[in-house]
DNA sequence: CTGAAAGCGCTTACAG
DNA sequence: CTGAAAGCGCTTACAG
């Protein structure tokens, strides 16, 4: 059984709430009594019970942070800076996968905040910012009271990676995406591969890919375009991993990167010999998320949306203009 | 205000005792009142508060989990399913990136039992096992009341994968691996390539390493020592993304794969042509888990280790013999 | 500056 | 089968 404060409080022969006021820091308890109520504290080992002391105040200092496919490398690392970032501002992280369970655990238990990493949530984000506030990373932009977001420039940063790609003198340039397959021209908000279309629109490039459709969908279909002879000489990928089996599958047909062909990844866990990447600074976009919601606990309520800037690297690492 | 069990009794005119029993659906209730209660309920949105009701039980259905380095694609996944796994199981759970902060949590808020997906924390898994239940993922067993354990056969998977390596007349076996390079021969309880040096060894194979090393720590010295013209035909990496980048370095120095090197690679994230990987099946991993816990939740106080097999695959996800 | 009382929202005996 | 009372461990007025 662990002891309670009602446990302190008699061992250093005070009462209850001189008790607690003391081990608060109150400076209107005498110190020889704050020395005795702090010595039985330390005696019995005494810990305030998180539980009862947010029954009382209607305050969890717990941050439910709403990270889905924690699988993918870019979402996990997220979740690990997140949570660093809520440790070191005192505040208790709760990694959730569901968002739905987010929304459960805002109602359910008292938490004085939440975090949704993920674009699609408009429907449980804005409805908990009624009661507390929210930030949202790489969501779209809504000016509402308590709601605080903070976003990738994905639309700047594939910008620049199409400009540097077509300025190196490539002009096949194809994309291969799943997602983008799927979502494009859909009002997808962060449609990286977009940027990269009007990019190449605006220099009067058309990109590769199959009739009728947004992008190669699969790698094994692209290769194939490959093999029949259309001619590609820069890939766009959706994140490293499949720059990296695009990369193995073009060594395998003795195809070279990048002479023949230039691959550019996203995410910088992984950049192979000759291959580009998108960097997405999520250290930053950690940070800047944790402070916007510092910023609308201490009573701040319409924040603008803060962006921040991508890079496009080389296998070391070094920024390519 | 969020409505309270007494609204709901009072709109229901009953007793609060009455209204609580009637939510959690306890026969000894008239159903005519059941039914006022349960109308009560859903038109004034009443949710059963966590908090207080863990105040009074003394058990919140939460469960801590300790996963770190969510950056590394093994652990992020393991995060994921675990979560999957407790919620499909009714608890909740609570991701932690620090392990301190798991302890520091159980002895705070309610916490029902706890998992560590890690294998160095017998200080503090250990201590937590006296309070509540606690299930170690690869980690060393120890038999101990309240504490469950469930591991990954590397021993066996990488003696096979080794084995299957000879087979195919591969003598000139390297491992890259900066952790083993660390902690090799220091008892790590789960030392992969221990056991593939094992395998190497009883069929009188030496590795390749550098000399005094246990084996190569960084890409650079592999690449280095191949140009020196030392043979090598097969590597070991730490995982798939090392692997990735050894097929890259490979590649760009027009060394082909698997013909003049075999590679292998673990965790089955991302496995380039010609490549092995050997796949921990970690959706097996949080299932035992959580279902382990479950067992402690039950009741049982002793459980053997559950060790769940690896196998080992190639670029198609097809078992190797 | 200190201390006794009420109450956060629930559950758990227990009396009717 | 139903309902009034006590209490989980804190905090927050408030009286001394």
Redesign the pocket.
Known sequence: ?PA???DVAASAR?????A??AL?GD????PY?ARRVIEAAARLD????TL??A????RLDVVPVSVINLHEIYFGELAEKLSNALIASNLEPILCTEPDHVFELVQTLNTCGSIFAYADFDQLSHPLARTQPVVTINAPFHRKANLGCVNADFEGGFRRAAQAVLSRGRKRIAVLSEIFHKIAYKNWPFDKFRAVERTLAEASVAPVRPVGEPCFETLGRLIETLAEGTEIDAVFCENDLWAARLFGALAARGVRVPDDVLIIGCDAGLILPGCWSVKIPIGDLAAQAVATLRRLLAGEVFIEPVIVPLSLVDEDGKDIA
Do not use: G, S
């Not at 400076?27 to 005498?30: A, I, Q």
């Not at 005494?46 to 019970?49: F, I, K, S």
């Not at 029954?55 to 209607?58: E, I, P």
């Open positions: 059984m309670t404060l009602y005070v009462a209850l709430n001189t607690r006021k608060q400076p209107t308890v005498r009594l005494y810990r305030p019970h009862a002391r029954l009382k105040t209607r």
